[in-house]
């Protein structure tokens, strides 16, 4: 791979990639941090803005490459905005970076990959390589002797059946439940004012099992990998789902170490007149809040200029001052608002054809769908809202806060936004962020249905309002 990635346009990026602690890799020998610190600090042909992307959950390094293709194409389509950004910021020179953190159960983690793969997972296996998945599994639910051992009755069933049974067999679905136990014991919230507030997982063996039998779908995964339409495959839904905390949790850990770090160094390597602009979409919210956030003993140079969240898998009340069903606590992103952190607008986005934040987000909290829980989508309902709820489905809402929820929602390429700084909008974007029926599951509907130019209108309008 090129350590600028050329993607046909006139906006190219820089992938770094980190791995899962969080340490970036090199690339052919080299770091592509220092690359891009060394680009900073030349004087001739200056960079004004630069602008950080994270992916979310699912994304190894051919998908994260994939989807940072199709997001910069976006961008450098809105020639109109592009011009704009000309006018306000002269001798404009944006330099873009796609950051990587591996989020896919058994991605593919190899830099030199060009385009993305499917990893097939197959119960034909030796003792070692079934053994190799449940370290695997382990890793990604609870690191727990007790969730080995569970999973290991879980693979022995898997291999078992010529046909799913209509009935979860008894023995899987009390190793269900103990999964379900030790990964409470581990979810981290982040609503929680120490991200470590534990919460009972509302998941009923039984109900999952049974949308697995009902969905006609041959790839009923939670969107964790492709893989092969077999009678135990259908045992794996709830550890593929379990995975949820540990994606989400690294998420944080890593944006608000490597994340923090990297964005401070470029930073201060920089003057004040250079803006930085992040975005985030699905569990890449947390990555980029996290960076900007950082800890209680760490703070950034100086604060970023814009911040938006594409469909953020992430609480609507991560922001507010005093979160709803909680003990008296704020958000875990509160810090972002009270020490302004972000100087220019807040943009967020929310889609009614988004599943995997409507649906899946919740279930995999203390709310779910399978526990017959049913959230009202419209926010303008005078119910109120769920106590766990996405970003990419309610907005950021709570007290405490200056919330435009705008009418008009996302608009045209042609309309102007008016973003102002210090402000928080909610957008309405189900006009676009929408894919054909088609397409849609019960999982993952149109969550990654992003590369359209008017989500990318958006990022160009919250920069310019910087």
């Known amino acids: 791979m090129l350590i600028e990635t050329k993607i046909g346009t006139s906006l190219n990026y820089y992938l770094i990639a980190f791995d899962a602690n969080g340490k970036e890799r090199a690339n052919n020998g080299e770091l592509i941090s220092q690359k891009v610190l060394e680009i900073l600090s030349k004087s001739e042909e200056p ?70 793969d499917k990893t097939i997972v197959s119960f034909d296996t030796t003792d070692d390589s079934q053994e190799e998945l449940v370290e695997q599994y382990a890793h990604r639910i609870a690191d727990t002797e007790t969730t080995r051992e569970a999973l290991r009755t879980i693979f022995a069933a898997a291999g078992e059946y010529d046909v799913a049974p209509d009935t979860l067999p008894s023995e899987v679905r009390e190793a269900y439940e103990v999964l379900i136990k030790e990964a409470s014991l581990s979810s981290e919230a982040e609503d929680a004012d120490t991200w470590s507030e534990n919460e009972s997982l509302n998941l009923d063996p039984d109900n999952v099992y049974e949308a697995s039998l009902d969905e006609e779908s041959e790839d009923v995964s939670f969107g964790i990998e492709d893989s092969p339409n077999s009678p135990g495959d259908k045992f794996l839904n709830l550890p593929r789902l379990l995975s949820f905390w540990k994606m989400k949790d690294r998420a ?103 599943k995997a934040v409507k649906n899946a987000y919740p279930m995999a909290g203390t709310l779910g769908i399978f526990g017959g829980q049913d959230i009202d989508f419209d926010v303008n309902s005078e119910k109120t809202y769920p106590g766990v709820g996405g970003i990419g489905c309610y907005g950021i809402q709570g007290d405490g806060l200056e919330i435009i929820n705008d009418e008009k929602g996302m608009l045209t390429l042609q309309e102007s936004y008016n973003f102002k700084p210090g402000k928080i909008y909610n957008l309405e974007s189900s006009k676009y962020i929408v894919v054909p029926p088609s397409f849609l599951d019960l999982f993952t509907g149109a969550h990654n249905a992003i590369d359209k130019p008017e989500v990318a209108h958006v990022l160009w309008s919250a920069a310019i309002a910087s």
Not at 59 to 80: C, F, H, L
Not at 339 to 349: A, S
């Open 252 to 354: 944080r850990k890593i944006g608000q170490t490597s994340g923090f770090n990297l964005l401070n160094r470029l930073q201060q390597v920089t003057n004040e007149n250079v803006r930085f602009h992040l975005m985030g979409h699905s569990f890449g919210c947390i990555f980029v809040l996290a960076t900007v956030a950082g800890t209680q003993h760490n703070k950034l140079t100086r604060p970023v200029n814009s911040l938006v969240l594409i469909q953020g898998a992430l609480s609507l009340w991560s922001f507010c001052s005093n979160v709803p069903y909680r003990k008296n606590i704020p958000g875990y992103f509160r810090s972002i608002i009270t020490e302004r952190k972000v100087t220019g607008p807040i943009v967020t986005t929310q889609s009614k054809h988004d």
């Open 47 to 116: 960079i004004t803005d630069v602008f950080l992307m994270s992916h979310g959950w699912q994304g190894d390094v051919p998908a994260a490459k994939e989807q940072y293709d199709r997001w910069i194409k976006a961008m450098a389509k809105n020639r109109a905005d592009i011009e704009k950004m000309q006018q306000v910021r002269p001798g404009f020179n944006p330099l873009l970076i796609g950051l990587h953190w591996p989020s896919k159960p058994w991605g593919n983690e190899d830099l030199s990959t060009v385009s993305p």
